[in-house]
């Protein structure tokens, strides 16, 4: 995410005092509220439907979770790159390639 973007991010919350209501716990939840409304975007077709309310609700989740890493202290791509790290060691390529299977049924 662009620094542009993040500052605007941060000033919305600022300027509304919003803060305050932005616990883990909280953001948490608005995360799942909003990837749930993304998640309605597609519930009665895979290939039917609307990409701007795609991207309002996409967009929606990205904020929560902009907002989650400044409250937790978190660096995106630190997080990222070690998730990344643990995804590659349990989804080798030789194994994984191709398939949709847990890393525990490779």
């Not at 400044?70 to 997080?79: A, C, M, W």
């Amino acid at each position: 995410m662009k620094q542009e973007t993040i500052n605007r991010i941060r000033k919305f919350s600022e300027d509304r005092d919003w803060d305050q209501f932005h616990s883990p716990a909280n953001l948490a939840k608005s995360i799942s509220i909003e990837a749930n409304e993304l998640l309605e975007c597609f519930q009665w077709s895979d290939d039917n439907y609307d990409l701007n309310e795609v991207k309002e609700e996409l967009a929606d989740v990205l904020v929560y979770c902009r907002n989650m890493l400044d409250k937790l202290g978190l660096d995106e791509d630190e997080i990222i790159n070690s998730k990344m790290d643990q995804n590659e060691a349990k989804y080798p390529v030789e194994k994984a390639k191709g398939k949709a299977d847990k890393y525990t049924k490779l």
